[in-house]
């Protein structure tokens, strides 16, 4: 596929910053980047809900060389569709030669991007963005006992037995995996050494560094007078 102009909505070290590595391993610095200020509710104005109904980041616009524009919303999706793309960057194993190693990879980036996700967005919305009376204690404390005892013994499995998650390789799964271990620790979660060796191989990368250069301006919870604390619909 021929790019012609990537454009990313962010905020630091959020979701879209799995995107902006991406961007980084596959073309560089070729795409612009516009910060979506969550916590002052920017993702709530009419203007950011016409282009993407679900009131959040990433947010990627994609104009092909042939004038052909479209608007992607999932992060799990852009990060697959950039390493499918610029084969060289050698971040996806191909379909046709070697069907089980792209099988794996393929399970472990939905695992990341859907089950994983989905642990950690529930832990974070009940103990720090939704509003107090909204928030259950007993959802939180569910989902960290899942991510202790049913995800964290997969990643130290495989973590264990190869310097990345799905072999010796380095691929788009690492993106995602590595963006969730870290937001897993902000909860005192992914504590096995194992997790810190991975970390210090992936966080060397330069398209990480590049990616999470802006990862301090991330605060774990909105300002008490945020108007995402009306907002947030979770
Ligand atoms: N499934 C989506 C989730 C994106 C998402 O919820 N992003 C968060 C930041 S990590 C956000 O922008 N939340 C703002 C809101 O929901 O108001 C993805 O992976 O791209």
Redesign the pocket.
């Known amino acids: 596929m021929q790019f012609r102009k990537i454009k990313l909505y962010h ?1 630091p070290a ?2 879209s910053a799995r995107v902006k590595w991406v961007l980084h391993e596959t073309i560089g610095d070729n795409f612009e980047v516009e910060i979506v200020p ?1 916590y002052e509710g920017k ?1 709530y104005t009419a203007e950011y809900l016409e282009m993407n109904p679900n ?4 947010m990627l616009e994609i104009t092909l060389e042939n004038g052909e524009t479209t608007t992607m ?4 999706a852009m990060v697959t569709l950039f390493a499918d793309s610029f084969i060289d960057a050698n971040l996806a194993p191909k379909a046709e030669n070697g069907g089980i190693a792209r099988a794996d990879y393929l399970q472990m980036l939905y695992f990341a ?1 859907s089950w994983m ?1 989905m642990m950690l967005w529930q832990i974070r919305i009940h103990q720090d963005i939704l509003p107090k009376a909204e928030r259950d204690e007993k959802t939180c404390e569910r989902y960290r006992e899942k991510f202790v005892s049913e995800v964290e013994p997969q990643l130290i499995a495989r973590l264990s037995k190869h310097d990345y998650i799905c072999s010796n390789e380095f691929s788009a799964a690492d993106i995602i995996i590595t963006h969730n271990i870290m937001w897993a620790k902000m909860y005192g979660l992914c504590q096995h050494d194992v997790f810190s060796r991975y970390l210090s191989k992936v966080t060397k990368r330069p398209a990480f560094i590049k990616a999470f250069s802006d990862a301090k301006q991330f605060n774990l919870k909105p300002d008490k007078d945020s108007p ?1 604390k009306a907002n ?1 619909s979770g």
Request: charged share 20%; proline share 6%.
């Open positions: 905020y959020t979701r969550l993702q009131h959040n980041v990433p919303l999932e992060s799990g991007s996700d995402v947030f």
